[in-house]
């Protein structure tokens, strides 16, 4: 640009004169961006961008834009600008923009503009990132089905380095297989999986430069659930805990599905266990649909269902009387109950206050009346006269009777009752509602009070022995000092001694081959120093 300080000077015969004259041009500003120290942008190294802006007059208006990867133009304010004028008017002002790695996609393309009254220019500049991209932050396994593992994770602090991200799977020591989401995904799920397997995934960070390091998480997926549903699923009803029993058979474990649990499902709740048995708390009276369903950590099999009318509550028979027939019989009477249509018969229990004082029978739904004679005799009866129903509900009246020692004899008729036979195995005691009989507990406590007076004399005889075998071994020890000396003579006779005073007066001679003496020594008395001789009796015997 011709700027500056021009001079001239004229010269002829007589001389010379010289005169200098300033040129001032005015024109818009002239614009130029560099970059330092380079135009790459790594993790530890930012760009400086630097725009130098001569003019004349002065610029007006510094801006800088930006255009990124995607073609999207956007405003830059982060400039700081200085401002310089020389002799020529001439204005230089250097605006200075820092870039830094999380400013940036992939690359950016950077544009200062300077405006003056003459008019505007423009410089760009290019600004690219380099070096390995930062790893995703936060990777985790967030669910897994039998064929699936789904990770997540969290942009990197400067995700702005990343342009997609890699997430890899494998069996253990086996080759990484892989695939591809974009930089704005923070999820992927990796599908076409072998159930209840072990398998080991990451995510990378990748850019154009390098791959980012990533860590090796351990992943399981789940068992497939199971194939098949219960089987033979019934229902029952438990009056002595007002419950419904639920059973089924059991589902079998396949390789991929093995079971956990069954999941009970009712109209209104839902109930786990891993038996396969279950009691139920329903609402008298009302038809339920029951379900049934094996699970595991897969998810639920299949379902078997079945409905079940719970009974309602019964009513007990009316007029439940009893009568004394004799001092060893008795009679009951009553009414049928309410809802008589669901009778399937009754049972009478009667138990005593004497031990084995308990019997059981059944009678026909149709009667009304039956009398009992009474094998034992107690002081009073309990009798139990239970309504049982065809679909195993029950209810239960009970009565006292009072000494049948004591009869009214207007009473002593049994022609209107109807003589009950117990049950051959009613005669064994059995446990009552209220929990084991009477003579049950007495026979156990009789019982263990025989073991505790066996154990005491059996301790008895064993100390008797005891001090018996230490006063044997001390009166041993004493004598030891006189150990050889005889305490006794044997004898045995042969041949046989006379019958009588004659036939011994004509032999005086009896032949007494073997003699000897008893010793205390040793622990009992032995027979030594045998020896033969002959004895001569006396010639007047004694008896």
């Excluded at 409905?307 to 009316?318: A, D, F, G, I, N």
Aim: charged share 15%.
């Amino acid at each position: 640009m011709d700027i500056g300080m021009y001079s001239v000077t004229v010269t002829n015969d007589a001389g010379e004169d010289t005169n200098a004259v300033k040129i001032i041009i005015q024109f818009q500003p002239d614009v130029s961006v560099v970059a330092t120290p380079s135009s790459l942008v790594t993790l530890t190294q930012n760009v400086t961008l630097q725009c130098t802006i001569r003019a004349n007059p002065g610029a007006t208006l510094v801006s800088w834009t930006r255009r990124t990867s995607e073609g999207v133009e956007e405003p830059v304010s982060l400039h700081r600008e200085t401002k310089a004028t020389d002799e020529f008017s001439v204005t230089t002002t250097i605006s200075t923009l820092e870039v830094s790695l999380n400013e940036i996609d992939s690359q950016y393309s950077y544009t200062c503009s300077a405006e003056n009254v003459l008019g505007n220019s423009q410089n760009s500049i290019t600004v690219q990132k380099g070096g390995p991209p930062p790893p995703p932050e936060g990777v985790k396994v967030s669910s897994t089905t039998p064929t699936t593992i789904t990770l997540q994770w969290n942009k990197p602090s400067l995700h702005t380095f990343v342009d997609e991200f890699k997430v890899e799977w494998r069996l253990p020591i086996r080759m990484w297989s892989s695939k591809v989401v974009d930089r704005t995904s923070i999820s992927a799920t990796i599908d076409g999986l072998t159930p209840n397997t072990r398998y080991e995934v990451r995510v990378a960070s990748v850019n154009t430069e390098a791959v980012s390091t990533s860590q090796i998480l351990n992943a399981i997926t789940l068992h497939e659930p199971p194939s098949s549903p219960p089987t033979s699923v019934s229902a029952k009803w438990i009056q002595e805990q007002e419950r419904v029993q639920l059973k089924w058979n059991a589902v079998q474990s396949s390789v991929d599905g093995s079971v956990q649990g069954y999941l009970v499902q009712t109209s209104n709740l839902n109930h786990t266990t891993t038996e396969t048995m279950i009691l139920l708390t329903l609402q008298r009276g009302t038809l339920q649909t029951l379900r049934v369903l094996a699970f595991n950590s897969g998810g639920n099999g299949p379902s078997e269902e079945i409905q079940y009318l719970v009974p309602p509550v019964r009513s007990p028979v009316e007029d439940f009387t009893l009568m004394k027939l004799s001092s060893s019989s008795f009679g009951v009477t009553w009414s049928p109950p309410a809802d008589v249509a669901d009778l399937a018969g009754y049972n009478v229990t009667i138990l005593g206050t004497a031990p084995n004082d308990y019997w059981e029978t059944s009678i026909d739904s149709s009667v009304n009346s039956a009398c009992f004679d009474v094998p034992t005799f107690s002081s009073d009866y309990r009798v139990s006269l239970r309504s049982i129903y065809t679909d195993n509900s029950y209810v239960s009246t009970d009565k006292e009777i009072i000494s049948l020692k004591k009869v009214d004899n207007s009473v002593e008729n049994k022609e209107n009752c109807i003589k009950v036979t117990f049950l051959e195995s009613d005669t064994t005691p059995s446990p009552t509602e209220e929990g084991l009989s009477v003579p049950i507990i007495v026979a156990v406590i009789v019982v263990i009070a025989l073991l505790v007076v066996l154990s005491g004399v059996v301790g008895a005889i064993f100390v008797f022995w005891r001090c018996r075998r230490q006063k044997n071994q001390h009166d041993l020890e004493s004598n030891s000092s006189t150990s050889n000396k005889p305490i006794g003579v044997a004898f045995r006779l042969t041949p046989s001694p006379p019958s009588n005073d004659d036939e011994l007066g004509k032999n005086n001679n009896v032949s007494l081959p073997y003699a000897g003496f008893l010793t205390n020594k040793g622990t009992s008395p032995s027979l030594v120093s045998l020896s033969r001789l002959t004895t001569i009796h006396p010639k007047t015997p004694k008896t």
